[in-house]
C-alpha cells in the first residue's frame, strides 16, 4: 500500500524511516458489540485549526445519542478526537495531511476494519483507486459491507457493487470553501444500514 504525506514536519521531527513504521502500524480491527439499532456518527476533514479554531458545536448536537463516531482522516491536531469522544468512543483514520501527535494517537490507523453485527466496514481517508473485490482478496480480507472515506471535502451517499459507499464531507470547509459544512450519520439496524447527510446551520 502507498502511503502520501503532505506534511514536512513528519519527516523533519520523526525522520523517514519512523515515520513510515509509524504510518505502517496501519490496520486495526475492531469488533463491535451487536446492539441493534447501532447509530454511528461520521465525520471527516475537520483541518483544525487550519480551516476554524475549534470543532463547531453544531457537530457536537448532530452527534447527541450515537453509539460511536468515525474521523475519516485529516484531523490536524488531537484535540478534535478529544471533543469528539466526550460523545461517544471515537476511531479515526489517518489523512494525507495528518503528522505529529496524530501519528501515535492510538485512535488513529490507516485503516479500521469494523465488524457491527453482520456488517463490516472500513473507515479510511481516500478511496482505493480500485474498490472491488479484488482489493479485498488482495489484502486477504472479506469484501466491506460499507466504506467510509474522506478528503475529497463533498459529501456523498452511494451503493456500488454492493457496497455504500460514504463520504460525510467537511463540517469546516465544504468543497474546499471555509464555512460550516456537513457530517453524516449513519444507522444500522436488522442487519440494514442507511446514512443520510446532515448539512450543519
Known amino acids: 500500500m ?3 504525506f503532505h506534511c514536512d514536519n513528519c519527516t523533519n521531527r520523526y525522520g523517514e524511516d519512523e515515520v513510515t513504521k509509524r504510518a505502517n502500524h496501519a490496520r486495526n480491527n475492531v469488533i463491535v458489540p451487536s446492539v441493534q439499532p447501532m447509530r454511528i456518527g461520521l ?3 475537520t483541518h483544525i485549526p487550519q480551516s476554524v479554531e475549534a470543532l463547531p458545536r453544531q457537530v457536537i448536537e448532530s452527534f447527541r445519542g450515537v453509539d460511536f463516531i468515525l474521523h475519516a482522516g485529516d484531523i490536524y491536531t488531537s484535540s478534535v478526537l478529544d471533543d469528539l469522544e466526550s460523545i461517544a468512543p471515537v476511531f479515526a483514520a489517518k489523512g494525507d495531511d495528518d503528522c505529529d501527535a496524530l501519528l501515535i494517537d492510538s485512535r488513529v490507523r490507516y485503516k479500521h476494519v469494523i465488524k457491527v453485527g453482520r456488517k463490516t466496514l472500513w473507515l479510511i481517508h481516500m478511496l482505493p483507486s480500485f474498490y472491488t473485490s479484488t482489493l479485498a482478496q488482495e489484502e486477504e480480507e472479506e469484501t ?5 472515506f474522506g478528503h475529497q471535502h463533498a459529501a456523498r451517499v ?7 459507499f460514504v463520504n460525510p464531507g467537511s463540517p469546516t470547509c465544504p468543497n474546499y470553501c471555509l464555512g460550516l459544512g456537513t457530517v453524516a450519520i ?3 439496524n436488522s442487519g440494514e444500514a442507511q446514512a443520510h447527510i446532515l448539512p450543519l446551520s
Open 43 to 45: 465525520v471527516s476533514d
Open 158 to 164: 452511494k451503493h456500488y457493487n454492493e457496497v455504500l
Open 2 to 4: 502507498i502511503l502520501a
Open 144 to 148: 466491506p459491507d460499507i466504506i467510509i
Open 186 to 188: 449513519l444507522d444500522i
